[in-house]
């Protein structure tokens, strides 16, 4: 018998879903951006050493990599791919709060809020 859950995210590359990105493109025209793409990037910080950072940008940086899900454009700088890569991408807005929710298959250790983590 076929499981009919989700496939695996491959390990090259960054997922987001369409709930996640339907939602950045409400936030994007509700800022009055044409033409636009997400950012996801990591820097030094949070509870756990590392803390995501989402941002509706113009475009890629010099050194982002660029990936394409659900026709929306996802910028990741290169010294952030390393601890991203395999990641879903996904937004919530049940009970336990609203907003973007990261499945890191790279984090070892996370945070009780999910905005940090360590690899």
Not at 16 to 22: D, L, N, R, Y
């Amino acid at each position: 018998m076929v499981s009919a859950s989700k496939p695996a995210i491959p390990v090259n590359t960054i997922f987001i879903t369409e709930t996640a990105a339907s939602k950045v493109k409400e936030y994007a025209a509700r800022d009055g951006k044409d033409r636009f793409g997400l950012k996801v990037a990591v820097k030094g910080g949070g509870c756990s050493g590392l803390e995501y950072v989402l941002d509706i940008v113009d475009g890629p940086g010099s050194d982002d990599k660029v990936i394409v899900h659900h026709d929306l454009e996802l910028y990741v700088p290169k010294m952030s791919y390393v601890y991203l890569a395999g990641t879903e991408l996904d937004f919530s807005d049940g009970l336990n709060g609203k907003g973007f929710v990261f499945k890191n298959p790279n984090a070892t250790k996370t945070c009780g809020c999910g905005d940090s983590f360590s690899a």
